[in-house]
């Protein structure tokens, strides 16, 4: 079973900086895209940062301030933020979409709380 940890959600200041965190274990698997979504309150999942085989892509609202990186020699990924607004307020979720045994399955972690007050 493929597990996706998050890890390093906080409660903020506007204008700082927070790095959230995404472990992943179990069976190795073809990776197609790993990534971060994000949901506020009463909205709807969005995309923040994606790395797939085509790049990377960053939602409008996050470019120039949000960083996604791959830890060298594993399959933790990071999420560097700053310049934090509150509107960058909502659980945080990690995303994988692989293939395991020749089935291509999507993958999210249980989501950490990011909290940006004014």
């Known amino acids: 079973q493929v597990q996706l940890v998050e890890s390093g959600g906080d409660s903020v200041q506007a204008g700082e900086s927070l790095t959230l965190t995404c472990a992943q274990s179990?069976?190795?698997?073809?990776?197609?895209?790993r990534g971060w979504y994000r949901q506020a309150s009463g909205k709807q999942r969005e995309l923040v940062a994606l790395?797939?085989?085509?790049?990377?892509n960053y939602a409008d609202s996050v470019k120039d301030r949000f960083t996604i990186s791959r830890v060298f020699g594993s399959n933790t990924i990071t999420l560097q933020m700053h310049s934090l607004k509150p509107e960058d307020t909502a659980v945080y979720y990690c995303?994988?979409?692989?293939?395991?045994?020749?089935?291509?399955?999507?993958?999210w972690g249980r989501g950490t709380q990011v909290s940006v007050s004014s």
């Open positions: 995303y994988l979409k692989g293939a395991l045994w020749q089935r291509e399955q999507e993958y």
């Open positions: 179990g069976p190795a698997l073809t990776v197609y895209a």
């Open positions: 790395v797939g085989t085509g790049g990377t």
